[in-house]
């Protein structure tokens, strides 16, 4: 019964991680679409049917491409790190509750805190170890923009865990049975949707691939499969806050194919963001989470505070 279990999980994780790769792989490609159109053209429509089969004509290029190792630089780390990037992406996908018999975590939203911090450390490494300045830099800008932005992140998630007193996810999910979360915290929306693209390093908040500044940033002496899995982790990650988005603010009603839609239209956003504004200055990126950010946060979180020792005393 045991080995059955262990066969059962295993399909799901398998069945869950090509479900993300091809979910990623289309994003890129309504993401190639949709900036085309904010800019009056077209976007890829030569590969099939409507450029259907783009996603898989670029991964098929960027993994025949020739692997460059730039000779000053440190090898074991540079060729790891993309790859512990993609591992972490997807391994953070397995916090979400999808109701088959899956690992459904009680701390999921611990799992979720421990392991979205441990990406910066990929970029880090992956900025350092290729001993060049450029991408040093976008690698030390990574990190100071990630772990600013987990700070706000974490005091919007507290806020609703000690509403809903559980540090799972399922559990929110059950809570806005009957009112969705968006409705009652309208501005932690907003800026849980800002710090998620802070989070991903996405533009306006893309400073550590400051193509302006840094030449392609931290992953500038990437080439081909490196530069591949650097490139699917990032959207891996759009995918998942999208998801998460979905399940804090909105109910995450599994089971419906509104779920769905609305994460594609979470995902769109963050596209159309980045069809839309202008790359921030990095010193108004700081200024905008710890003197913006975190005050909005922290008083929502005395709200919350308020809110359930009202609850438990009308309950009682």
Same mark, same amino acid.
């Given at each position: 019964?045991?080995?059955?279990?262990?066969?059962?999980?295993?399909?799901?994780?398998?069945?869950?991680?090509?479900?993300?790769?091809?979910?990623?792989?289309?994003? #890129?490609?309504?993401?190639?679409?949709?900036?085309?159109?904010?800019?009056?053209?077209?976007?890829?429509?030569?590969?099939?049917?409507?450029?259907?089969?783009?996603?898989?004509?670029?991964?098929?290029?960027? =993994?025949?491409?020739?692997?460059?190792?730039?000779?000053?630089?440190?090898?074991?780390?540079?060729?790891?790190?993309?790859?512990?990037?993609?591992?972490?992406?997807?391994?953070?996908?397995?916090?979400?509750?999808?109701?088959?018999?899956?690992?459904?975590?009680?701390?999921?939203?611990?799992?979720?805190?421990?392991?979205?911090?441990?990406?910066?450390? #990929?970029?880090?490494?992956?900025?350092?170890?290729?001993?060049?300045?450029?991408?040093?830099?976008?690698?030390?800008?990574?990190?100071?923009? #990630?772990?600013?932005?987990?700070?706000?992140? =974490?005091?919007?998630?507290?806020?609703?865990?000690?509403?809903?007193?559980?540090?799972?996810?399922?559990?929110?999910?059950?809570?806005?049975?009957?009112?969705?979360?968006?409705?009652?915290?309208?501005?932690?929306?907003?800026?849980?949707?800002?710090?998620?693209?802070?989070?991903?390093?996405?533009?306006?908040?893309?400073?550590?691939?400051?193509?302006?500044?840094?030449?392609?940033?931290?992953?500038?002496?990437?080439?081909?499969?490196?530069?591949?899995?650097?490139?699917?982790?990032?959207?891996?990650?759009?995918?998942?806050?999208?998801?998460?988005?979905?399940?804090?603010?909105?109910?995450?009603?599994?089971?419906?194919?509104?779920?769905?839609?609305?994460?594609?239209?979470?995902?769109?956003?963050?596209?159309?963001?980045?069809? #839309?504004?202008?790359?921030?200055?990095?010193?108004?990126?700081?200024?905008?989470?710890?003197?913006?950010?975190?005050?909005?946060?922290?008083?929502?979180?005395?709200?919350?505070?308020?809110?359930? =020792?009202?609850?438990?005393?009308?309950?009682?």
């Amino acid at each position: 019964m045991f080995m059955l279990d262990l066969i059962i999980i295993f399909l799901n994780l398998l069945i869950l991680v090509i479900g993300v790769l091809v979910g990623l792989a289309f994003l #890129t490609l309504l993401e190639r679409k949709v900036l085309g159109y904010i800019q009056l053209r077209k976007g890829p429509n030569k590969v099939g049917f409507i450029g259907i089969m783009q996603p898989f004509s670029d991964a098929v290029k960027l =993994f025949s491409k020739e692997q460059i190792s730039p000779i000053m630089s440190n090898y074991m780390s540079y060729y790891m790190s993309p790859i512990f990037s993609l591992f972490i992406s997807l391994l953070i996908w397995i916090c979400l509750p999808f109701f088959t018999s899956f690992l459904n975590f009680t701390f999921s939203v611990l799992f979720f805190l421990c392991i979205s911090s441990l990406g910066v450390y #990929t970029v880090m490494v992956a900025g350092w170890s290729s001993n060049s300045n450029y991408s040093m830099l976008g690698g030390l800008r990574c990190v100071a923009q #990630t772990i600013s932005y987990e700070v706000s992140l =974490f005091m919007i998630l507290l806020s609703f865990l000690i509403l809903i007193g559980s540090l799972s996810i399922f559990d929110m999910v059950i809570y806005q049975k009957n009112i969705w979360f968006l409705f009652i915290s309208i501005p932690l929306c907003m800026i849980w949707f800002s710090s998620s693209l802070a989070e991903t390093n996405r533009t306006p908040f893309d400073f550590a691939e400051g193509e302006s500044e840094l030449v392609s940033g931290f992953n500038v002496e990437y080439s081909g499969g490196g530069f591949a899995l650097i490139f699917m982790a990032e959207y891996s990650s759009i995918l998942f806050m999208s998801s998460f988005f979905v399940y804090v603010f909105m109910g995450g009603l599994f089971m419906s194919f509104i779920f769905f839609i609305m994460i594609l239209l979470i995902s769109f956003a963050f596209i159309w963001t980045r069809g #839309t504004l202008p790359r921030f200055r990095y010193d108004k990126l700081m200024y905008l989470t710890w003197k913006g950010f975190l005050p909005v946060s922290l008083n929502f979180l005395m709200f919350f505070f308020g809110l359930k =020792f009202l609850i438990d005393i009308l309950i009682i």
